[in-house]
């Protein structure tokens, strides 16, 4: 069965403080893995796509990289309006199907 | 230019009672999923509209469960005889999604979401 698994649950950090989300998972076959960001009350917003092991991707402060068996995010030098919850999805080869298989996130408060 | 919308926003119903969902997706894409987000759960993906394709019906939890999509226009979640597991919030996605295109997975953008309670 296809899972991904997020790590922390929730994550508090200082200003300035760098760190990282881990999102583990198991497929049958990686079509491609996504990080989203929701804020509260909002549907998740799309941040990255990873395609293949050894790929990196990056935006302002943040940035995405891809193994054979998990995904990083790493935050560098957070502001507080960083907070929000962080989705990861993974597109398993099923077919013609397109869903995402999605993690519980890790919420993310960035104190001042 | 105007996002995923959703309607209602919010939805109160009494344990029984049918509730019907509307997504109106971002003009132009043609793939459009809905899923379900439970408290303290990742979203679970219910159903998967690709143009005039066979939906991919895999993830409705129950025959409760039914969806409609008119062309590559709005569709709507419908949900018969609600019990109070089947509160959560329903969120609707679009993308532009090209059959026969490039074996690239197109991003996702997602509405505001329906808020279900059910009593």
């Known amino acids: 069965e296809d899972q991904v698994t997020q790590s922390p649950e929730a994550l508090r950090l200082q200003e300035g403080e760098s760190s990282s989300l881990n999102c583990s998972y198991t497929?049958?076959?990686?079509?491609?893995l996504f990080w989203y960001r929701q804020d509260p009350g909002k549907g998740p917003e799309f941040l990255f796509t990873?395609?293949?092991a050894g790929e990196e991707k990056e935006k302002e402060r943040l940035k995405a990289t891809l193994t054979k068996k998990e995904s990083f995010l790493h935050i560098t030098a957070p502001k507080p309006e960083d907070s929000a919850t962080y989705l990861c999805?993974?597109?398993?080869?099923?077919?013609?199907?397109?869903?995402?298989?999605f993690g519980k996130g890790t919420k993310l408060t960035v104190n001042p | 230019g105007a996002g995923v919308s959703q309607s209602p926003s919010n939805k109160v119903t009494e344990k029984g009672k049918d509730v019907e969902l509307r997504c109106d997706p971002i003009?132009?894409?043609?793939?459009l999923y809905w899923y379900r987000q439970r408290l303290g759960q990742g979203l679970e993906f219910l159903i998967y509209?690709?143009?005039?394709?066979?939906?991919?019906k895999s993830g409705l939890p129950s025959d409760r469960f039914s969806a409609e999509r008119t062309g590559e226009s709005v569709s709507t979640l419908t949900i018969q005889r609600t019990q109070q597991e089947d509160s959560a919030v329903y969120l609707c996605?679009?993308?532009?999604?090209?059959?026969?295109?490039?074996?690239?997975?197109?991003?996702?953008?997602f509405g505001p979401g329906t808020r279900l309670t059910v009593l």
């Open positions: 996605a679009s993308s532009l999604r090209l059959a026969g295109g490039p074996p690239v997975y197109n991003e996702q953008f």
């Open positions: 497929v049958s076959g990686l079509r491609g």
């Open positions: 990873l395609y293949s």
């Open positions: 999805a993974v597109a398993p080869f099923q077919g013609g199907s397109e869903k995402l298989v």
């Open positions: 003009s132009g894409h043609t793939a």
């Open positions: 509209f690709q143009g005039n394709s066979a939906p991919d």
